[in-house]
């Protein structure tokens, strides 16, 4: 069973697999989804400098990084700001989950994304059914019991708010 937990500052989170960066894609490149206040590692500017990430709807990027909380960043596009709704960010949250579970990772800290069209209570709410649908597998007539270690699912998921509720 997956445990949602909720930190309302991103010093205050605690170790993970992974840290969840989100990004508008916007006419100028990319712009965080969030209200920026901390100071990333410089890979983070570099690799939005360079232009490989797009931003684009449910696109990842992992970065490894090091003196951080988690081992890796994952920039997440969700798309332009002007057309999202709950269910792009149901799509985008959906295929961080995927891949996260390809990677196996287990424990996720995210940021919640802002935007001012949407409530808090829409926005969470497709942020956690992208995580929650591909996290599941119904598995009960399957004619073998898994191996030690071949199902893999998220355990935990951290989201952050980084910036006080207006």
Known sequence: MMEFTHIGQIGKRKKADLLVLPFW??????????????KWPSIVDEV?????????????LFLYVQGEV?????????GA????????????????TKFCLSKRLKKLNLIIPVLETMTEEEI???????ILL????????????PEEGEESFLESVALITPQPHV
């Open 25 to 38: 894609k916007d006419k100028q490149g990319v712009s965080f989804a969030f209200a920026l206040k901390e």
């Open 48 to 60: 939005l400098a360079i232009g490989d990430f797009k931003g684009k709807e449910g696109e990842t």
């Open 70 to 78: 988690e081992k890796r960043f994952c920039l997440l596009g969700l």
């Open 81 to 96: 700001k002007e057309k999202s709704t709950v269910e792009s960010f149901r799509r985008s949250f959906g295929s961080l």
């Open 124 to 130: 969470v709410k497709g942020v956690t059914e992208g």
């Open 134 to 145: 591909p996290n599941y597998t119904f598995n009960r007539h399957k004619h073998r019991e």
